[in-house]
């Protein structure tokens, strides 16, 4: 498996952006596909975005033309930049890896890390 460590959480106030950052060890990065979920209290984890291997991305409704999601395989990193933050974006933040984006967006996968905390204030 691969090792994941998430960072870049915080708190902002609603309108703002962040970026977070998830690096990567242990495996080939570039044979995973990564992807970001969160988990707000009391509710079930959610699918954000992901991208392939080849680097096509995908994006759940709720955030798509806000956040983007992209890697740089030399740095073995995935990025989230969230953009216009809103107080329903508060929730923890977990990167995840797997070697199929499928998988990925189905919410299954191999790997995750400890989440970073994301809180948005209106």
């Known amino acids: 498996q691969v090792q994941l460590v998430e960072s870049g959480g915080g708190l902002v106030q609603a309108g703002a952006s962040l970026r977070l950052s998830c690096a990567a060890s242990g495996r080939t990065f570039s044979n995973y596909a990564m992807g970001w979920f969160r988990q707000a209290p009391g509710k079930e984890r959610e699918f954000v975005a992901a991208?392939?291997?080849?680097?096509?991305?995908y994006y759940a409704d709720s955030v798509k033309g806000r956040f983007t999601i992209s890697r740089d395989n030399a740095k073995n990193t995935v990025y989230l930049q969230m953009n216009n933050l809103k107080p329903e974006d508060t929730a923890v933040y977990y990167c995840?890896?797997?070697?199929?984006?499928?998988?990925?967006?189905?919410?299954?996968?191999?790997?995750w890390g400890q989440g970073t905390q994301v809180t948005v204030s209106s």
């Open positions: 995840a890896a797997d070697v199929a984006v499928t998988r990925l967006r189905r919410g299954i996968f191999g790997s």
């Open positions: 991208i392939s291997r080849s680097s096509d991305t």
